[in-house]
T-cell receptor
Framework: DAGITQSPRYKITETGRQVTLMCHQTWSHSYMFWYRQDLGHGLRLIYYSAAADITDKGEVPDGYVVSRSKTENFPLTLESATRSQTSVYFC??????????????FGPGTRLTVL | GNSVTQMEGPVTLSEEAFLTINCTYTATGYPSLFWYVQYPGEGLQLLLKATKADDKGSNKGFEATYRKETTSFHLEKGSVQVSDSAVYFCALSDDPYSGAGSYQLTFGKGTKLSVIP
């Protein structure tokens, strides 16, 4: 399917477990992003990537790890899940190099519950 | 750093009422400004955008004008419908001409709109 997809859509895990959320885009966009959405906080940037093998921290990176070996994939890993990481996670992608066109395209989200 | 402040909700309106959702921002230079909409259970979709001062973004009857002098980007619609019920997010991205562009978006906290028949 064309576009940006996330998997799984729903995940329940336990404290201390490792969890990986997947994100895949078919547009060959250079930039990819991970956000978390929580009531009262809106969307907060966790990590972003400007290209394959280039990643950088966002506003709330602690407890998360990312990698980007291929342009189309940008997995997010919670190394040891905590209850505070219960949230809805959104992946997004964006083209680069076109001034003023910073529009981001969002995936459908993954609802993660940490028990 | 960049920040976006938008009016807190929830906002409840009757069908065909006029809608305004206020958004102000703090940023250096000339950021791009966006309104995103999130329908229940879905991801965010771009509603409209403006990339320079005095630009007006419009889509689906919604409008917003980039006001540099008041650092605002208020969302308006003349006649809302039940199908407009959603959460609306104002956002900005780095000035693309600043050379520091990381293409990050800074979001407001969102305003939930409910439209009743």
């Amino acid at each position: 399917d064309a576009g940006i997809t996330q998997s799984p859509r729903y995940k329940i895990t336990e404290t201390g477990r490792q969890v990986t959320l997947m994100c895949h885009q078919t547009w060959s966009h250079s930039y990819m992003f991970w956000y978390r959405q929580d009531l009262g906080h809106g969307l907060r940037l966790i990590y972003y990537s400007a290209a394959a093998d280039i990643t950088d921290k966002g506003e709330v990176p602690d407890g998360y790890v990312v990698s980007r070996s291929k342009t189309e994939n940008f997995p997010l890993t919670l190394e040891s899940a905590t209850r505070s990481q219960t949230s809805v996670y959104f992946c997004a992608s964006s083209e680069s190099g076109d001034r003023g066109s910073n529009e981001q395209f969002f995936g459908p989200g993954t609802r993660l519950t940490v028990l | 750093g960049n920040s976006v402040t938008q009016m807190e909700g929830p906002v409840t309106l009757s069908e065909e009422a006029f809608l305004t959702i206020n958004c102000t921002y703090t940023a250096t230079g000339y950021p791009s400004l966006f309104w995103y909409v999130q329908y229940p259970g879905e991801g965010l979709q771009l509603l409209l955008k403006a990339t320079k001062a005095d630009d007006k973004g419009s889509n689906k009857g919604f409008e917003a004008t980039y006001r540099k002098e008041t650092t605002s980007f208020h969302l308006e619609k003349g006649s809302v419908q039940v199908s407009d019920s959603a959460v609306y997010f104002c956002a900005l991205s780095d000035d693309p001409y600043s050379g520091a562009g990381s293409y990050q978006l800074t979001f407001g906290k969102g305003t939930k709109l409910s439209v009743i028949p």
